[in-house]
């Protein structure tokens, strides 16, 4: 089964266009749950808020950390998402890799690209579907009809792989959701029993309307970013471990000791694939494309970070 997305097709007809702008279907459903734990802050709860700190119940710095907190989640959740969507997740082109790599370095071959996993036999890895060697890592997906490098899973809330490419901005989409759904239920719980006048949160005195919908709000985001809390941090526990969900499955299907001596993965070379080799707190928290060095990388054969180093000195 093949999906359509911006990366797999490249539609020739009006019939393929709309196939491909209906497979982004769910996308539109994320984004439409996304603005409906966001809109009732957006356009009840914060002019709520201007209106008490006009009256002098509010601070305005306090009101202004809740604008900009809550603009910058929304920036961050919906930036990450885009680009997890248009970014090549990492296809294996089929060059070189139609030609056997060198194993560990250890068997002739003109090939200059290297593998360090065998398949559960002890051959080179080769993905009958595409017709092709994979590289260590890289994982064919029935959905795109690739090969991908450190494929996580096929994700249809973005229509597209998490791949070695893209999963970056898939882990901070996932992060940034609870950090905006709670900001939304701290701030409108604290406001609410301390500078709200009129509302009354457990007598439901007063103002009964704005009562019901700050707590439909809050309990609302609350379940999101529960939710997405567990959902984020999964994926980044595993992250952090140097797994993907490809691993627990492989080691689900062939044992635990044989799958590790199959994916022989370093954490570190995890890590580095995923986040890239600078990682400052603020370039893995924004939306920048992981920098790599061109390490047999296939296609790519120029320098290496240290031989760039001696060339610049
Ligand atoms: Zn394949
Ligand atoms: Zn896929």
């Known amino acids: 089964m093949c999906m359509y997305n911006m990366h797999v097709t490249h539609p020739k007809s009006i019939c393929q266009w709309l196939m491909m702008c209906c497979s982004y279907t769910p996308c539109l459903i994320a984004v439409g749950l996304i603005l409906s734990n966001t809109t009732p802050y957006q356009v009840f709860f914060l002019p709520l808020l201007w209106k008490n700190c006009a009256e002098g119940n509010v601070s305005v710095v306090y009101y202004y950390y809740c604008v900009l907190m809550m603009l910058f989640a929304q920036f961050m959740v919906f930036f990450n998402y885009l680009k997890a969507i248009c970014t090549n997740p990492g296809h294996v082109s089929p060059e070189p890799w139609a030609r056997p790599p060198v194993y560990g370095g250890k068997a002739y071959s003109d090939n200059p690209f290297e593998v360090f996993q065998l398949d559960h036999e002890n ?34 809330w973005i229509n597209n792989c998490v791949g070695r490419d ?30 709200l006048k009129g509302v009354d949160m457990v007598a439901f005195d007063g103002d009964v309307v704005t009562t019901i919908v700050l707590w439909c709000s809050i309990i609302f985001s609350f379940s999101m970013g529960l939710a997405f809390g567990a959902f984020g941090g999964h994926f980044v526990w595993m992250a952090y471990k140097g797994e993907s969900s490809m691993t627990m499955s492989i080691i689900r299907k062939v044992g635990e000791a044989k ?10 070379d995890h890590l580095y694939d995923i986040f890239g080799s600078d990682r400052r707190w603020w370039v893995l928290a924004c939306p920048l494309s992981p920098k790599r060095d061109y390490r047999g990388l296939p296609g790519m054969t120029g320098p290496t970070e240290i031989e760039m180093h001696h060339m610049l000195a």
């Open 259 to 268: 799958g590790r001596k199959m994916l022989q993965q370093s954490r570190e």
């Open 166 to 195: 893209n999963t970056k901005f898939f882990l901070l989409f996932v992060s940034y959701i609870p950090l905006g759904a709670f900001h939304i239920v701290v701030t409108t719980l604290y406001s609410s029993f301390y500078h």
């Open 123 to 156: 051959k080179l890895r080769y993905c009958a579907k595409c017709d092709q060697f994979k590289p260590d890592n890289a994982h064919h997906c029935n959905f795109c009809g690739k090969c991908i490098y450190r494929m996580d899973h096929h994700c249809p």
